[in-house]
């Protein structure tokens, strides 16, 4: 059974940063890409940050360019995205997103609040 959990999430005033973690199970994770989405209240999805199997290939939507950077761990099967500089615009549940075999598996989602 494939699993996403995601933790990391919480309460941060503006400018400050926290780190995202997804861990997973179930599937052969160094083989798949991960991705990061975010929905903010009354918003549909945003992708935020792609990477593929081997960390050769990142990108990014253009409004966490230069703050967002995603990595990974094939060793630990988890994905991170290190988020600095935050603004109150961040503030979203975010989930971690695995394409595989045709579907697409979601995490719970985490909760990050920029707020002062």
């Known amino acids: 059974e494939v699993q996403l959990v995601e933790s990391g999430g919480g309460l941060v005033q503006p400018g400050g940063s926290l780190t995202l973690s997804c861990t997973a199970s179930?599937?052969?994770?160094?083989?798949?890409?991960m991705s990061w989405v975010r929905q903010a209240p009354g918003k549909g999805l945003e992708w935020v940050s792609s990477?593929?199997?081997?960390?050769?290939?990142?990108r990014y939507t253009d409004s966490v360019k230069g703050r967002f950077t995603i990595s990974r761990d094939n060793v630990k099967n988890t994905v991170y995205l290190q988020m600095n500089s935050l603004k109150p615009e961040d503030t979203a549940v975010y989930y971690c997103?695995?394409?595989?075999?045709?579907?697409?598996?979601w995490g719970q989602g985490t909760q990050v609040t920029v707020s002062s």
């Open positions: 997103n695995a394409p595989l075999y045709g579907l697409d598996y």
């Open positions: 179930g599937f052969t994770f160094s083989g798949y890409a």
């Open positions: 990477i593929n199997s081997d960390s050769t290939s990142i």
